[in-house]
């Protein structure tokens, strides 16, 4: 069982930053996809970024492209989103997850959730 340790979330005013990270158990993590989504209150959950550890392969939304970046260290065996330039709707419960890609197409694991909250 991989677990996934999200921190980092807060209140911040539009237009600044916030640094999200995740910490995992997977002991071999090389294969795994780790990925960042949101759920705003009453609406669904979306797909933020992605990244494949392997390749360092990253994937983002439309809606964060040029002001969010996901990275990785394999050293901590975490990941991490910077956010920048946040907006009133980027405010959301992020979550991480993973999946291992040589056993899985879909994620897997999730993280309890980290709540970002951006005042206008």
């Known amino acids: 069982q991989v677990q996934l340790v999200e921190s980092g979330g807060g209140l911040v005013q539009a237009g600044g930053s916030l640094r999200l990270s995740c910490a995992t158990s997977?002991?071999?993590?090389?294969?795994?996809?780790m990925g960042w989504f949101r759920q705003a209150p009453g609406k669904e959950r979306e797909f933020v970024a992605a990244i494949q550890w392997s390749t360092g392969t990253t994937y983002y939304a439309d809606s964060v492209k040029g002001r969010f970046t996901i990275s990785r260290d394999n050293a901590k065996n975490s990941a991490y989103l910077q956010m920048n330039s946040l907006k009133p709707e980027d405010t959301a419960i992020y979550y991480c997850a993973a999946y291992n890609e040589l056993t899985s197409s879909r994620y897997d694991y999730w993280g309890q959730g980290t709540q970002v909250t951006v005042s206008s």
């Open positions: 997977a002991r071999t993590i090389y294969w795994y996809c």
